[in-house]
């Protein structure tokens, strides 16, 4: 999903219109990224980890005719599913995750958006499960859908995110068919595979949170029976369908052969390997393995363009008339699947679908799935704007940090949405320059200058925790995207930028078709970078941040001579005179204090009156406050606390800076210009 379009949008919006509008009429071509080879992205030392196939678990192969009239989607096909857990397998669990659609007492429907996508509620969908057997020696089928149970209360299991750690097993949505357990007759021993016949029947809701129609335009997504994510434990990783959740599955292999009427265009996961013509129907196969999800789209008024970026087919389908927009794609995913690649393994994919939906269903808009992607914007050349680019470069992002590192986006959303907008700013940097959201003239504002104080203000949550969790819809962007992202880059900064990136390219490569959780993230600082930096990530990311330091005194006096009783070899005296004995100058002092507990080398820089400046790394530990003396022949007349803003994390940047008299530097302009516009991007509603 794409990280808080509308906010973006929104503190763009303002600054465009702070800044005037005469930039509307200048040539309609889209903005040229630089797409000249990047810097190597240097491997850690030992090299880069191998990367290895998935094992193979689950293998789908579905028939499905579209009713475009309709709305309707019949499916039947077979699953077959290997039991890769080291226990025999007692029973399924299944997504039916159309069915969130289907009333208003859904987990989904029930859900708090604020603002986030999910918000309409058009006309209903629902998936009616018509047969789910066992297939057995010689293809008798043993049905198994009569014995199903829907689970939709709580304390379900450990992994469910709706668990409330008191909660009694009571009913909590018995309405809401998105979750389903299904016995099996027979224990499947580890190893052994079974095969399931299904059958189906999908009523599309009007496009609502990345599925659905509108008019002829149809994104089936979530649309077939779908086996929930088998653990090495035997236990299903299950969730009933919630708002800001999303995706987690088994890597298998996906044959599926798609009906629709001739003159609809159709974009799906992987390859096209078969077409051919029925009547006015055309029939398509597409084939496509180590994913673990098939998403298509079919509408009559595609228009589409092809492109080849390196071993990769592109095909870009579009509305009619969106041929600017589809530049801007073009040249996004061609600068994306370099920068990417060099970054976190080359893209293992012969192909890549990108669908821009319709505007009037711009809700399918900015969603991922394998080999397909789905992004959004004005068909209008928006100057200054890198919507198109910067949502287009986040989808793409999603193939490394969700299709290949499959995470689990219910219990670690950040694993996927925030370790993808981190990439994305990588990218966006390299392809644009510092202006990754705006881009006017001298005015160059990134999405992480954006993201920074708003992360920082919605309710300090800890960034890595289930999707349901969050407070709402706006927190899950800010703290999930945003804060992620803003901790990230702190990271890099902090512990060195080849080292971090290297470190993420490892872990990348490493997780490829794997499904990490946050320590195996915490164990790749600690190998690739330090341990220091994986304890300071896991402060950062683990506990309710709030992190700010602050400039709290900064004091100067000329130096007395010092009085009293002086014993040691030399003239007897009472009063030592400051020349002879090296008291003369200035003794200065800068208190600086931290608050939050996330430890990393902090740099303090003083300033003099002479004009010489001064660094010192330090460290807080456990500390709160730390003092800085300084004894030398100028005075002491202002501090710094990170002066490079290596820091993002630091929510308050207006206390980084104390002077003991007016100093004209540049750095008082750079504190002062960041402090603005964070008031300003927290004033448009972050
Ligand atoms: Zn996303």
Redesign the pocket.
């Known amino acids: 999903?794409?990280?808080s379009r509308e906010a973006l949008e929104s503190a763009g919006l303002l600054l465009l219109g702070l800044c005037g509008l005469g930039v509307g009429a200048r040539s309609l071509a889209p903005p040229r990224l630089d797409l000249s080879p990047s810097e190597e992205v240097a491997p850690p030392p030992g090299g880069w980890p191998s990367m290895h196939d998935p094992e193979p678990v689950v293998r789908y192969e579905l028939r499905a005719r579209l009713d475009p009239e309709l709305h309707v989607v019949d499916g039947e096909g077979r699953i077959e599913l290997r039991n890769v857990a080291d226990v025999p397998l007692r029973e399924l669990r299944m997504h039916l995750y159309l069915n969130a659609f289907k009333n208003d007492a859904t987990i989904f429907r029930r859900a708090r958006t604020a603002g986030f996508r999910g918000e309409v509620a058009g006309a209903p969908g629902l998936i009616d499960v018509k047969k789910l057997a066992l297939v057995g020696a010689g293809g008798v089928e043993e049905e198994l859908w009569q014995k199903r149970e829907l689970v939709s209360h709580r304390g379900e299991s450990p992994q469910d995110p709706l668990r409330a750690e008191d909660a009694p097993p009571v009913p909590g949505a018995p309405d809401d068919e998105t979750d389903v357990r299904v016995p099996l007759p027979r224990e499947v021993p580890p190893g052994a595979s079974i095969t399931l016949a299904v059958a189906f029947h999908d009523e599309l809701p009007e496009i609502s949170e990345r599925t659905g129609y509108r008019g002829s335009f149809h994104f089936v997504g979530q649309w077939f029976p779908k086996l929930a994510k088998l653990e090495r434990d035997g236990t299903w990783a299950a969730f009933p369908f919630h708002h800001v959740a999303e995706f987690y599955a088994d890597f298998g292999s996906y044959d599926v052969t798609l009906d629709v009427p001739d003159r609809f265009v159709v974009g799906a996961t992987g390859p096209l390997v078969e077409t051919r013509r029925e009547g006015d129907r055309r029939i398509e196969r597409h084939v496509q393995d180590r994913v673990h999800d098939f998403a298509w789209t079919a509408w009559d008024r595609f228009v589409v363009r092809d492109a080849q970026e390196g071993p990769v087919k592109i095909r870009l389908l579009s509305p009619p008339g969106y041929e600017l927009a589809v530049d801007r794609e073009l040249q996004s995913v061609r600068g994306g699947l370099r920068e990417l690649g060099a970054r976190y393994g080359a893209y293992p994919y012969d192909v890549l679908t990108v669908v821009h939906p319709p505007d009037v269903a711009s809700e399918a808009g900015?969603?991922?799935y394998p080999t397909l992607i789905t992004t959004g914007g004005p068909w209008w050349p928006a100057h200054g704007s890198h919507e198109v680019e910067a949502v287009t470069v986040?989808?793409l992002?999603?193939q490394w940090f969700?299709g290949l590192v499959a995470s689990n986006e219910v219990a670690w959303p950040a694993g996927?949405?925030g370790f993808?907008?981190f990439a994305e700013q990588l990218v966006m940097r390299k392809l644009v320059g510092e202006g990754t959201a705006v881009s006017l003239g001298p005015l160059q504002l990134s999405y992480l200058t954006l993201a920074r104080p708003g992360a920082a203000a919605h309710f300090e949550e800890p960034i890595f925790q289930p999707a349901d969790r969050v407070a709402n819809g706006g927190s899950y962007g800010m703290r999930v995207?945003g804060a992620t992202a803003v901790a990230l880059e702190t990271l890099r900064r902090s512990y060195g930028e080849a080292r971090f990136d290297a470190a993420m390219g490892a872990y990348a490569r490493q997780q490829r078709f794997a499904h990490p959780g946050p320590e195996d993230f915490f164990r790749a600082l600690e190998t690739w970078v330090s341990s220091d930096c994986a304890r300071a990530a896991r402060a950062a990311l683990t506990t309710p941040t709030t992190l700010d330091f602050s400039v709290e005194r900064v004091t100067a006096a000329p130096r007395h001579a010092p009085k009293g009783i002086f014993d040691r070899p030399g003239p007897a005296e009472r009063t030592r005179d400051p020349k002879l004995a090296g008291y003369e100058g200035f003794a200065g002092s800068v208190w600086i204090a931290r608050r939050g507990v996330v430890d990393l080398p902090v740099t303090v820089e003083l300033r003099f009156a002479d004009g010489a400046a001064r660094r010192e790394t330090v460290r807080f530990g456990e500390r709160v406050w730390l003092r800085l003396d300084t004894d030398g022949p100028t005075e002491l007349v202002a501090a710094i606390v990170d002066p490079d803003l290596a820091i993002p994390l630091d929510r308050d940047r207006t206390n980084n800076f104390l002077a003991t008299r007016r100093v004209g530097t540049t750095a008082v302009t750079r504190e002062r210009a960041t402090a603005w516009i964070g008031l300003l991007a927290r004033g448009a509603g972050w």
């Open positions: 999903m794409p990280r900015g969603m991922e986040h989808e992002g999603h969700y996927d949405e993808n907008s995207y």
